[in-house]
T-cell receptor, first 116, second 113 residues
Framework: GAVVSQHPSRVICKSGTSVKIECRSL??????MFWYRQFPKQSLMLMAT?????????EQGVEKDKFLINHASLTLSTLTVTSAHPEDSSFYIC????????????FGSGTRLTVV | QQQVKQSPQSLIVQKGGISIINCAYE??????FPWYQQFPGKGPALLIA?????SEKKEGRFTISFNKSAKQFSLHIMDSQPGDSATYFC????????????FGTGTRLTIIP
C-alpha cells in the first residue's frame, strides 16, 4: 500500500529558531500534499494544500510567512516553522493523495513539535 | 456548508459489542466519505471509505452505512475489541482527487473488557 514517511517524529526547539518537517511519499508520486495541525483531543485542521512546482494554498488564518511550505518534487514536501514560538507547539501531520488502488489520502505518522 | 458533524464525542462499548459512530454533512458536492482511525501520537490511518453510489460497504468487522437523501453516514464496528480503542474521524471531500478533506470532530472510542 501507499506509504508516507514524515520526519522527524518529535522535535524540540528554542523560541525564535526555525524547524523543518519533511514529508515523503515512498512508493508513489503525489501531485498534491496536505499539511494539518492537530491540538490535543481535537480534530485535524488543514493548514495548506501543496502542489508540486507551485505555491502552496493556505487556509484562512494560517500565516504563510510563518509556515513555509515547499513541494519541490512529486515525492517530497516540507513544512518549515519559522521563528517558532511556544504557541506553535502542536502535532503536525502531512497527507498525500494517490488514486492508485483506491488508497486515497495517506497520512504521515505526524511530528510532535515542542517550542521552549 | 463545509462542516461535517460527528457524534458522539466519546463512546464506551463493552468487548464484543457494536460501536456506532455517526456523521452528517451539508455539502451535496461531497463525493468521497472515508473513516480514519488514529492512535495517540500517530497519524490517521484509513479504515474504510465509501462513494455515494452505494448505501453500504463492509470490510471485515467495519461497515459504513450511507444515506444520501439524509446526508448521513455511519461507521459500525462489530465485535468490538480492546485494540479498537482509538479516536475515529469521519471525513468528506467533493472529489476523490486533489480536493481537501473536511474532517469531523472525532469520537474517542473505549472498549472495556
Amino acid at each position: 500500500g501507499a506509504v508516507v514517511s514524515q520526519h522527524p517524529s518529535r522535535v524540540i526547539c528554542k523560541s525564535g529558531t526555525s524547524v523543518k518537517i519533511e514529508c515523503r511519499s515512498l512508493d508513489f508520486q503525489a501531485t498534491t500534499m496536505f499539511w494539518y495541525r492537530q491540538f490535543p483531543k481535537q480534530s485535524l485542521m488543514l493548514m495548506a494544500t501543496s502542489n508540486e512546482g507551485s505555491k502552496a494554498t493556505y487556509e484562512q488564518g494560517v500565516e504563510k510567512d510563518k509556515f513555509l511550505i515547499n513541494h519541490a518534487s512529486l515525492t517530497l514536501s516540507t513544512l518549515t516553522v519559522t521563528s517558532a514560538h511556544p504557541e506553535d507547539s502542536s502535532f503536525y501531520i502531512c497527507s498525500a493523495f494517490t488514486d492508485r488502488g483506491g488508497t486515497g489520502y495517506t497520512f504521515g505518522s505526524g511530528t510532535r513539535l515542542t517550542v521552549v | 456548508q463545509q462542516q461535517v458533524k460527528q457524534s458522539p464525542q466519546s463512546l464506551i462499548v463493552q468487548k464484543g459489542g457494536i460501536s456506532i459512530i455517526n456523521c452528517a454533512y451539508e455539502n451535496t458536492a461531497f463525493d468521497y466519505f472515508p473513516w480514519y482511525q488514529q492512535f495517540p501520537g500517530k497519524g490517521p490511518a484509513l479504515l474504510i471509505a465509501i462513494r455515494p453510489d452505494v448505501s453500504e460497504k463492509k470490510e471485515g468487522r467495519f461497515t459504513i452505512s450511507f444515506n444520501k437523501s439524509a446526508k448521513q453516514f455511519s461507521l459500525h464496528i462489530m465485535d468490538s475489541q480492546p485494540g479498537d480503542s482509538a479516536t475515529y474521524f469521519c471525513a468528506a471531500s467533493p472529489l476523490f482527487g486533489n480536493e481537501k478533506l473536511t474532517f469531523g470532530t472525532g469520537t474517542r472510542l473505549t472498549i472495556i473488557p
